[in-house]
Structure formats: structure tokens, C-alpha cells
């Protein structure tokens, strides 16, 4: 259990999250208009037919609103952790947790 | 029914250049964002999908490549500045049932004795490099027994050493001939050779032991090192063959013409099948100008298969028919080559129907029916229907080899009491290079590399 007099400190998980955000943030327009430059020429008539080349369209078409929804999802997702996280907590709990980000080999 | 793809060639080339950017990109962003995010537990799903999307994305830019390059390949051919261009969609999924031989090399060795019947035996074995980059390996057996008649007189004088006559002689053969043998497919040469060795060693054994020739292929198939077989292939057919020959001081006049039909068929492992029909026939001629030295000649030949593939319940999925002819001319002063060709080149043409079977049980029964009598009306009428769903579903190409070929023989002749007897050795290879193939398109011939 933490000091109640200990000095509060910046929370590393806040931080990454914020960190994220704005990855997410960088990403977005990539992300989510992945595939409109291919819908856009299939519009216009790239490949036409009436059986593979619209399971191709339909697929397609699928994915790419799909992709428009899911990065603002995945921003929903972040924005409400972020809300949900102290911004500050005592020295000792975030040294704690900066060890634990620190130990996520993936990053 | 038939699925035909539009293609605007332009705007193909940006989508497919957007859609493998994006897929790219897909796979990058979410890779950078994946570890963070499920530090946090976070978007866990959304991020698995999108990888999906971007794997799909790049799973599917080869088959539109596939469509783009046909799609120019049609362009180029027709040369009429079309904007948009249309194929058939079973045309670019198609699969050739035999593949395509890159390369080909046979050989064998055929044996033959003469007396008032001949019989032969030979075996052969042929290797082929497949379009996918795989070989095949197909080792036959051959045997045929016949008859022939023959004539023949000749009468001349013999002047400080030098005969002149005249002459002239002509035979003719039927044989009855049997094939059947095995085919293993391999990835690499390096296996094809391997087993040639292993297989040539056993058969040199099981030669000097003595063991009955038709036993050998089941004793080699009970080895550890035998790879298990692909496709077994049995073929039964009747060869004619006459010829004749006419000898004069100034010039000998020689000629042959052999005719074969055969039925044979071919089981694969996966249970599938093909029954044929075939026919060969071969023309040749020579002169030979004594005074000049100059020889002249020249041989057809050609091959016609009627092939019907059957799935592994026996219902047939594909009739097709294949016509292959080559034609070479010489004329040749004492030894030198003054008109000819050294590498002739043959072209295969393939007319293939999908079937959708039992709906089209009426036209294979028309066709077949057609075959047994083919100057009928009903064969006429057979034919028509048939060419016109070729045209309008089938599949036509025509494929270009080059062929090279050379053969040693050793023969012996004499007559015993009026009756002939004769041995005969020949070993004969064939090598051929599939030089092109074109699709046959909208009343175009339109080349294409192999799938």
C-alpha cells in the first residue's frame, strides 16, 4: 500500500496510452482509406463481371467500411481507457508500472 | 454459365498498385500498434482483423496480375484499341488436365525378330519437366505381334564392278500392339535421377535373373526405394504399314505410309481418369538420282486424340481433342543438306469442352456415337453442336514445340529355306522444347507464357 504523503508522479500507463493515441492518431488516415484508392477504380469500372469480379467488389467493399469504423472503434476504445486512468499516481506505484511496461518485450 | 471479366487496363494497374499499397500499409500499421495495444488489452480484435484485410489483400493481387496480364496479352493481339477488354473467367481458372512438357526427353530400346510373324518388344522411357517445375517420369513397355506379306523381283548385270538393274520390291505389315506402363512424379531432377539409377540397376538384375519380363514391374514396386506410382496407363492398338520400293540405273523411288488407331486409358492416383481414342498416320517419300548424288525427300506425320477426363466417380468432366502434325522436307547432295530443316518445330492443337455432367450425357453420347461413323449425317450434325460450345465455353490453344531426334539401329537378314528371318536393335530419343502457347480469344490467337 502506498505513502499517503508520497508525491504523485505523471502514471507511466496514462502516458503510454497517450503515447498510443497518438500513433493511432498517425496511423488513422492510412489505416482507414487502405483500400478506397482500389474501390475507387473498381467504381470506375476496373474490373467488371458478374460473378467473381463482384464477389471481388462486394468483399472489397465490405473490408473498406469495415476499416473507415474500426480505427474510430479502436480511438473510442483508447479515449475511454485513457479517462478511466489516474493521469497521476504516488512515486513508488509508478515505478511499479513503468516496470511492467518495461518488461513488454513486444514494444 | 459463364463468367466473363471486364477489364479496363489502366484503371487495373492503379487498383492493383492502391490495393497492394494498402494492403501493405494495413500489415505495418497494425504491427506497430499490436503489442502496444494488447499491453493495454486494447483493440485486440480489431487489430487481428485487420491483418486479415491486409493478408487478403496480398492474396489476391497474383490473380489479378493473372487477369491484367491476360487482359493485355488480348490488347496487344487484337490491336483495335479497345478500352475495356472481356475474357472468360474459366479461361484464366482453367488447368490444362496434361500439363504442358517445358521439356521432354525419351528414349528406348526395341527389340524385333522376324519370321513368318513378327514380334516386338521395347521399352521406353520418357521424362517431361511440368509447367509447375515438377518432372515426370513414364516408363513403358511395349509388345506387338503382326503379320505381313511382301514381293518383290530384280534383275541386273554386274560391269567392271558396277551393277545396274532394275527393280522393284513392295511389303505390307498389320500389328497388333499393346502398351502399358507407369508414370511417378518428382520435384527435382535430382530425384528423377536417382531413381533412373536405382531403377536401371534392378531392371539389369532382375534381366540376368530369370525372371518372366511382365513380372518385373511388381517385383521393382515391392523395393524400399520405389516411389509410389502416379498414374498407370494401358493402350491397345492396330498398326498398318505398307511400303514400296522401285529401283532403276539411273534413280531408286522409295515410299511408306503407316496408319495406327488405338484405345487407351489412364488412371490417377487421386482416382481420376482418362479414356482415348487415337490415331497416327505417317507419310514418306524419297528419290534418290544416282548420276548426281542428290537425294530428296520428304514425311508426314500426324496424331489425332480424342480424350475424355472422368472424375473419381466415373462421370466425365472434360472431352477434348487434340490434332498434332509435322511435316519435313529435304533434298540433299551427296551428304550435304541443301534444303531442309535441322530443328523442326510441330504445333499441338487442343479443343477442350467442359462437361456438366449429366446435363451434357446427350452431346458426349452424339460425339462418340459421331466417331464410330464419321461421314454420317448424325456425326455432321454432332460436330457442329460441338464446335459451337466449344466456341461458346470450351477452351482452344495451340502449343509450338521444337523437336530434335536421332536413332541407332543394327539390324540382321537372312533366309532360311524360302522363309525370312531377321533381329533388329534400334535405340531412338527424342528431345522437345515447348516453345510457345497461344489462347484462342475472341478470333484471335493470343500467346501466352505458361501458367
Redesign the interface.
Known amino acids: 500500500m502506498s505513502d499517503p504523503e508520497e508525491a504523485l508522479v505523471p502514471n507511466p500507463?496514462y502516458v503510454?496510452?497517450q503515447?498510443?493515441r497518438h500513433?493511432?492518431d498517425q496511423?488513422a488516415p492510412?489505416?482507414s482509406?487502405?483500400?478506397?484508392?482500389?474501390m475507387?477504380?473498381?467504381e470506375?469500372?476496373?474490373?467488371?463481371?458478374?460473378?467473381?469480379?463482384a464477389a471481388?467488389e462486394a468483399?472489397l467493399t465490405g473490408?473498406h467500411q469495415?476499416?473507415r469504423s474500426?480505427v474510430d472503434?479502436?480511438l473510442g476504445?483508447?479515449d475511454d481507457?485513457i479517462r478511466t486512468t489516474e493521469p497521476e499516481v504516488p512515486e513508488s506505484e509508478a515505478a511499479a508500472l513503468q516496470m511492467l511496461?518495461d518488461g513488454?518485450s513486444?514494444? | 454459365m459463364n463468367d466473363i471479366s471486364q477489364i479496363d487496363i489502366p484503371a487495373m494497374q492503379v487498383m492493383i498498385r492502391s490495393l497492394d499499397d494498402g494492403g501493405a500499409g494495413l500489415l505495418a500499421a497494425a504491427s506497430r500498434l499490436r503489442s502496444r495495444a494488447s499491453y493495454h488489452g486494447l483493440a485486440a480484435d480489431e487489430l487481428r482483423q485487420m491483418v486479415h484485410i491486409g493478408q487478403w489483400a496480398q492474396d489476391e493481387l497474383p490473380g489479378l496480375r493473372a487477369r491484367l496480364r491476360l487482359a493485355e496479352a488480348i490488347d496487344t493481339s487484337a490491336a483495335d484499341g479497345r478500352a475495356v477488354v472481356s475474357f472468360s473467367e474459366s479461361a484464366l481458372n482453367h488447368q490444362l488436365t496434361d500439363p504442358i512438357a517445358l521439356r521432354a526427353f525419351g528414349g528406348g530400346l526395341n527389340v524385333s525378330a522376324t519370321f513368318v510373324v513378327t514380334l516386338e518388344t521395347g521399352e521406353n522411357v520418357l521424362i517431361e519437366e511440368l509447367s509447375d517445375g515438377r518432372f515426370r517420369v513414364t516408363r513403358g513397355q511395349e509388345f506387338a505381334v503382326g503379320g505381313g506379306i511382301g514381293t518383290g523381283a530384280q534383275a541386273g548385270v554386274v560391269i567392271n564392278g558396277n551393277e545396274y538393274g532394275l527393280g522393284g520390291s513392295a511389303s505390307a505389315d498389320v500389328m497388333l500392339s499393346l502398351r502399358q506402363g507407369t508414370a511417378y512424379h518428382f520435384d527435382d531432377l535430382a530425384e528423377v535421377q536417382r531413381f533412373l539409377v536405382l531403377d536401371g540397376a534392378t531392371s539389369t538384375a532382375l534381366d540376368m535373373l530369370p525372371v518372366p519380363r511382365p513380372f518385373h514391374p511388381w517385383i521393382k514396386q515391392q523395393t524400399p526405394w520405389m516411389p509410389e506410382t502416379d498414374e498407370w496407363f494401358a493402350e491397345v492398338g492396330v498398326e498398318g504399314r505398307a511400303q514400296a520400293r522401285a529401283m532403276g540405273t539411273l534413280a531408286v523411288v522409295g515410299g511408306e505410309a503407316a496408319r495406327g488407331n488405338y484405345l487407351g486409358g489412364t488412371y490417377r492416383r487421386d482416382g481420376t481418369a482418362t479414356v482415348y481414342l487415337r490415331g497416327t498416320a505417317e507419310w514418306a517419300w524419297s528419290a534418290h538420282v544416282i548420276p548426281f548424288g542428290v537425294e530428296a525427300g520428304f514425311a508426314l506425320d500426324g496424331e489425332m486424340l480424342v480424350e475424355l477426363d472422368l472424375d473419381a466417380n466415373g462421370n466425365p468432366t472434360a472431352l477434348r481433342f487434340r490434332a498434332a502434325g509435322i511435316g519435313e522436307g529435304y533434298v540433299r547432295e551427296r551428304g550435304d543438306t541443301l534444303l531442309g530443316t535441322e530443328d523442326p518445330q510441330y504445333v499441338e492443337l487442343t479443343c477442350e469442352l467442359p462437361i456438366d455432367w449429366p446435363a451434357d450425357a446427350e452431346l458426349i453420347r452424339d460425339t462418340l456415337g459421331g466417331l464410330g461413323t464419321p461421314v454420317s449425317s448424325m456425326a455432321g450434325t454432332a460436330a457442329a453442336r460441338l464446335a459451337t460450345e466449344i466456341a461458346e465455353r470450351g477452351f482452344i490453344y495451340r502449343d509450338t514445340y521444337a523437336l530434335s531426334e536421332y536413332d541407332v539401329a543394327g539390324f540382321a537378314d537372312a533366309e532360311i529355306k524360302g522363309i525370312g528371318v531377321g533381329a533388329g536393335a534400334g535405340f531412338d530419343a527424342v528431345q522437345r522444347h515447348h516453345v510457345g502457347r497461344e489462347y484462342r480469344h475472341d478470333g484471335v490467337w493470343v500467346p501466352t507464357t505458361p501458367p
Open positions: 500507463v503510454d496510452l503515447l498510443l500513433t493511432l496511423l492510412d489505416m482509406e487502405a483500400l478506397s484508392d482500389a475507387k477504380q473498381m470506375s469500372g476496373a474490373w467488371r463481371g458478374r460473378t467473381t469480379a471481388f468483399e473490408h469495415w476499416l474500426a472503434t479502436i476504445h483508447i481507457r511496461l513488454n513486444g514494444y
